[in-house]
């Protein structure tokens, strides 16, 4: 525990509400306005937090940002979730990380009642045939980058392709993650066999129960099938926000056929469409699935773990930024999750890019994403123009 969060207890009854009002003022806003993926996120809130507000130093936020990664979830708001538990404990965890979500949760949670009402309608099926191509671009930007970082050695490469294979292969998601961890972390450490194990188990402890366990059980879809199967989600997933697809085509899709690809790719588009964490998608499957119930039991699970998670491990931060465990095996996890959204991309692109004019829009949409760095959102909203103007204009098949 930091000793700023220390100080909170000490602190007068005002000025802790006071502190409560300015986390729950800026992660709002920043939830608002946050378009363009957790790296961006991450950028706003060093600029607000370090820059502006000054509440910690950027030594402390890398120091944050690195344990986000040693987590299941969604990075960019386990950051938002950390930086309130260090200005307020445990009430500024949660005011920090809901006023974050609260924003995309209710844009996303409106945009699906409006979906499966008006899904039928030419006009909006024209919007999301232009959407689709674009966000198989914005997947593959953010597939080339974080594989970058991901595949940083020979054992994270192997881990990587194992894991593209073991996807087409069919096999079970999560235990191809903890596989692939486990393998990178014991061949990065097999000398230092007097380094103490123990921290290496808490990035995946809560994982371990679900192996085995990557469908949902329940014979009809009610809002508790729909809270349990999220809630495994948010225990068990890793990486970028977009390996939550991988999850999802091969459980709701391919297995249970709850529901179709065409719907994913429509789930994920409306996604990309608003501000904040890309995990929302689980508020539009849930309603979906089980209307209003649904898409507050969706958000709920996949976000649940991450706010226990981060409450239990941030007192643990300068152990686990030291531990060479679980620094292996976060990169296995991390190189096996790229290799999950490679499978996926292309699970997707088959869906997607149906004819002439969908390809020539993900081809420009990668060229203006690779070369010229162009917001997703701004592409997303000119893949709905496109898809309009198509269908106005009568050229697409």
């Known amino acids: 525990m930091s000793p700023a969060t220390a100080a909170y207890a000490t602190l007068p009854p005002e000025q ?13 806003r920043l939830g608002t306005v946050a378009f363009g993926g957790p790296a961006a996120h991450v950028a706003m809130m060093d600029d607000e937090v370090v820059k502006r507000r000054q509440w910690m130093s ?29 200005r307020a404990r445990w009430p500024g965890l949660f005011v920090a990380g809901g006023s974050f979500i609260l924003p995309a949760m209710v844009l996303v949670w409106l945009l ?32 080339v980058k974080l594989g970058r970082k991901a ?76 809270f349990l199967f999220f809630l495994k989600i948010g225990c068990v997933l890793y990486g970028s ?11 709701l899709v391919e297995q249970n056929q709850w529901l179709t690809s065409q719907q994913l790719l429509d789930a994920v588009a409306i996604g990309q469409l608003t501000p904040g964490p890309v995990f929302t998608t689980a508020t539009f499957v849930g309603y979906l699935l089980a209307g209003h119930a649904g898409a507050l039991a969706g958000t709920v699970g996949i976000f649940l773990p991450a706010f226990l998670l981060v409450g239990l491990v941030n007192p643990w931060v ?37 004819d002439g004019p969908t390809v020539i829009l993900a081809v420009l949409s990668a060229i203006m994403v690779f070369c010229f760095k162009v917001n997703s959102a701004w592409l997303v909203l000119a893949g709905a123009a496109a898809g309009l103007l198509l269908s106005l204009t009568g050229l697409a098949a």
């Open 151 to 226: 595949a940083k050695d020979v054992p994270t490469v192997l881990a990587g392709m194992a894991a593209i294979a073991a996807y087409f292969a069919g096999l079970n998601e999560v235990a191809l993650l903890l596989l692939a961890g486990l393998a990178v972390m014991l061949f990065k450490n097999w000398q230092s066999r007097g380094t103490t194990a123990g921290a290496f188990l808490l990035p995946f402890s809560s994982a371990i129960a679900q192996v085995g366990s990557t469908t949902a059980t329940a014979v009809s879809i009610g809002w508790a099938s729909v």
């Open 58 to 86: 950027r030594e402390d936020l890398l120091d944050l940002i690195g344990v986000t990664n040693l987590l299941p979830g969604p990075n960019s708001t386990e950051l938002a979730i950390h930086i309130g538990y260090e």
């Open 112 to 143: 699906a009642a409006l979906y499966e009402r008006y899904q039928t309608v030419p006009q909006v099926e024209w919007l999301l045939y232009g959407i689709k191509p674009v966000i198989i671009a914005v997947v593959l930007q953010a597939l």
């Open 318 to 354: 300068p152990k686990l930024r030291r531990s060479p465990w679980a620094r292996g095996f976060l990169d296995g996890v991390n190189a096996a999750s790229l290799g999950l959204m490679a499978g996926v991309t292309y699970t997707l692109g088959q869906a997607a890019l149906v």
């Open 16 to 28: 802790q509400q006071q502190r409560l009002k300015e986390l729950a003022a800026v992660f709002f």
């Open 241 to 251: 926000g977009y390996v939550l697809l991988a999850f999802l085509q091969r459980d």
